[in-house]
């Protein structure tokens, strides 16, 4: 077959300008036209993400920022190159290779440095003319119709036997990717019984991890590992494979020396940091987290959410500075995220509390309440998982309750406005503000707030015994008695005592109520 | 106490040989360019066969005093996967096309696989060993380079053979046992050499059985024969 290099489109992605300009010049003489170069990892995803290149040619080593696997899994990760694409890793040395992501994540080859023109041909001509040969099946699962794919895998191994091997490969990821287990099971088991390759064996893990068979995936696993030092997607596995079994501590040390041997994958650090603070180990915990945050700066994979698991981190280690500046470069970083922003002033709240600023803590507190009753925001779950968290921290029971109730929908986001249990919420922050102005001895501004939320929530007995209670004071104060301010301290008494007529607090403003009425 | 800053060794050992790889690759392209310049000009030719047959030394070099560094780390794991071993040779071909060009000596593959035939093998950390093993043999041959595959009782056999006189018979008869002590080696380099190519031979492993390296008189052409087997 007879490549046509005119019509298709190169990138090369290298940081040394000297071998960027001798690829093209290699290409060229190829008979290439359209030949684009970037210099390092965001560049090149750019430039990929605009244009649909047919062929990619990405050094591994890409100086500071993401190297070029970094390149491969975003690209992916965001589908700007699909199985049809080619994508040729460049190594210096050839043992770097197996220190690589998953098998969805792997090159179609790799060359090392140096190479000729001759062997770069070669090569090409290769995998361009299978992915030609496999065209349908790689169309097909590019579009998502996995079970097409599947059927025309089928067909190509009965059209093309001599790449039997290469199909099955493809087949077995495209049954897992249809969550077809028993159908990769037999791809592998085939494969498995003339030769034991390394993909087969890690595809066979895979699949009994997938079947819920974890002491199968384990086993598999672990001789893969100790056989394949560098094998880290069989770390991955084996590690989920542990942690489904319980054993969230050996799960911990796989992904620990996975993550050794491969520092620049963000994706890996974030797990342990996860998997770590479940297992209790802040130290881990917070130095994985701090890779994944420090990684995510020049990444598409950065999330504030591991912002905020650090910054929860370093609080509960009693590094509240720590915590402060994280949380400014946090919002600094996520400016025009609302959440971010209503979450870095909760943690703020909470960094400040543990510092011992009380009333710095007690005023941010209030500015996060006041974000969420301001309207109709959707928040996510986990952020008012937060606030439940800050609202028991500062007293604020009932609102905790709220929110509390608010997050058993199991919904991902809430909307304020719109959720049952949060319809009463400002009303509960009205008389959380009544209990601070009466503390304050504002004893009208308390009462306006302590009836505004006793009307709106009758069955709620704290605020209705709250404004039961600032109206007699009142009037005590005043030494003179109201009848109509009398009928409404009796109606707020006779809810309380609907709820709960056995309440303390209730019986002793029944005493007060028949000293004022006298 | 000392203050010296403390150095990861292998990471500036990886970064020197990124950078050093770079450079030989820009180097070698320039003599490509240099050598159609001066196409005609015999004794220009020379001297740039010269130099890209160092360059592709001191290649060799660096990929095995990187390789055996992991070794000694028992950092070093083979990837073994699928490989059209008729592939395999076209490649170790094309690769050492321009040098034998160069040095006028005509490189020939002899497959006597199908074109189809796989083999189980680590194709780089392989071609790494025998194209060191070519660039050495270029330095001897005559005229020719044959480079073989066959098949002897299930294993795959690649040689590598010359007409540059031969080894030594006493070499022929000593080196395993040299090699295996170590590196204690008068002939340096081409001792490394070969302890590097016996550990990856090893490092190919099916069912119990390791691979092996042999050197002979070559029956074919007068000169040596290098020989990998791969179980």
Redesign the interface.
Known sequence: MKIDYEARKFLVVDDFAGFRSMLRGMLQMLGAKHIDDASNAARAVEKIAKNNYDVILCDYNLGSGQDGQGVLEEAKFRGLVGYTTVFVMITAENTMKMVMGAVEYKPDDYLTKPFNKGLLKKRLDNIISKKSDLGKILRAADRGEYKKAVINCDKEMVEHPKMALEIAKIKGEVCIRADQYNLAEQVYEKVLSIKPLVWARLGMGKVKYYKGEYDNAIEILQVLVNENKLLVEAYDLLSMALNKRGDSESAQTVLMNAVELSPKAILRHKQLGRLAYDNGDLVASETALKSAVKLGKTSYLRNPKDHFALSKVLLEQKKADEALQLIAETRKNFKKDENVQLETRILEAKAFQAKGSDDLAKRLFQDACKDFTSGAQEIPAHIVEDMVDICSEFGENEMADALKEALESGDETINLSTNDALANFEFLRMNMQGIECYGNDDLPQAIELFEKAAQKMPKHISSNMNAAQALLENMKEQGKKNKVVLKRVRKYLDRSKKVDSSNEKYQKLEIMYAQVVG | MSDKIELDFSTVM?ST??DV??????A??SL?DLSDIFKSNTEANQSLALLQYEIERT?HNL?RM??LY?LNQE???P????YEVD?FL??LI??N??YGEAKQVVLEKQCSLDE?D?W?LDR??L??VINSVINNALRYAKSKIIISAEVIDKQLHIHVDDDGGGYPDEFIRNWKTRASSGFNYESQSTGLGLYFAEKVAQAHVLQGVHGDVMLEHSQHLDGARFTMVIP
């Open positions: 990886f040989i990124h790889k770079n450079s030989l690759v820009v070698q392209g490509t290649n990929v990187l390789m992991k950092f070093f794991t990837h073994l996967d699928e592939d076209d490649e094309i690769h096309e321009p189809e796989t189980y780089d950390l071609a790494s």
